[in-house]
């Protein structure tokens, strides 16, 4: 008998079926989504899909950091996997088609931050006028290109919004336009928020949600579209907001 039993315990995790495994593609490079010192948004959100109570071990979601140009010839390929952060209107729909979209996980805006000693208060293209921009090499500012282009505003790109707010604070630019999620998560980290000064009128505003690619297994959708409706009532993800600075982002967006 107690051969029977030794001989059940070796053999029943053979029987168990293995997890799905699934790749979870993120390509916001800097924090709060990712980070060099500790751990990202990202990273512990894919922890959350794991650990959550309904996954129980049916799926293992693996992330995959990503430049945007190798994720968007993933899409087009219809490869199976989640994408983060996502927002529809920055998508071209060639890349989506038949994709599912989640409801919104964050409500951010591309804000106009300035410092307190010389606060900016954005009011179209137009206040931009013979100011230096801080912005992101790479970058489309929607709203704002016609007017550089033409040289009426001034920018200034360099590789990070860290960079941006310190150029900000030593007075080598007049105002930086840069997410609101990047501004919170560094004014908790590296910055004082008491000497930043946001803009009231923000540049656009958008909603953060996940992406499920048309090729992924139906079950895995949706698991994923039933966590992230049940989200706003999750301890641990206010925890996760709360530890980034992201807690004021609640989705869905207000209107402006």
């Known amino acids: ?49 794991n650990e959550h109570s309904t996954n129980q071990g049916r799926f293992d979601f693996e992330l995959t950091q990503l430049p945007r140009k190798r994720l968007d010839a993933r899409l087009a390929a219809n490869e199976p996997g989640v994408l983060l952060w996502a927002t ?94 990047a501004w919170l998560f560094y004014g908790m980290t590296e910055v004082s928020q008491a000497q930043l000064y946001i803009s009231p009128s923000p540049l656009y505003v958008f909603e953060r949600h996940l992406l499920t690619t048309a090729s992924l297994a139906p079950e895995a959708t949706q698991f994923i579209q039933q966590l992230v409706a049940d989200l706003p009532h999750s301890a641990r993800w206010q925890t996760l907001l709360r530890r980034y600075g992201l807690h004021e982002m609640s989705a869905p967006c207000p209107k402006y």
Request: aromatic share 6%.
């Open 88 to 181: 529809p209107e920055f998508l071209p729909k060639r890349l989506a088609t038949r994709s599912s979209w989640t409801p919104p996980l964050l409500c951010d805006t591309q804000d106009f931050v300035s410092s307190r000693a010389t606060p900016f208060d954005y009011d179209g293209p137009r206040s931009l006028h013979g100011r230096s921009l801080g912005a992101i090499l790479g970058h489309h500012y929607n709203g704002l290109e016609a007017d550089i282009d033409k040289g009426l505003i001034h920018r200034e790109d360099v590789h990070s919004d860290l960079q941006n707010l310190n150029k900000l604070l030593s007075g080598r630019i007049d105002v930086a336009v840069m997410p609101r999620s």
């Open 1 to 49: 008998m107690q051969k029977l039993l030794l001989l059940l315990l070796i053999l029943s995790p053979l029987s168990l079926p293995a997890a799905e495994r699934i790749t979870v593609w993120a390509y916001q490079p800097s924090p709060p989504f990712a980070s060099e010192q500790s751990q990202g948004l990202s990273e512990t959100f894919v922890q959350l899909l």
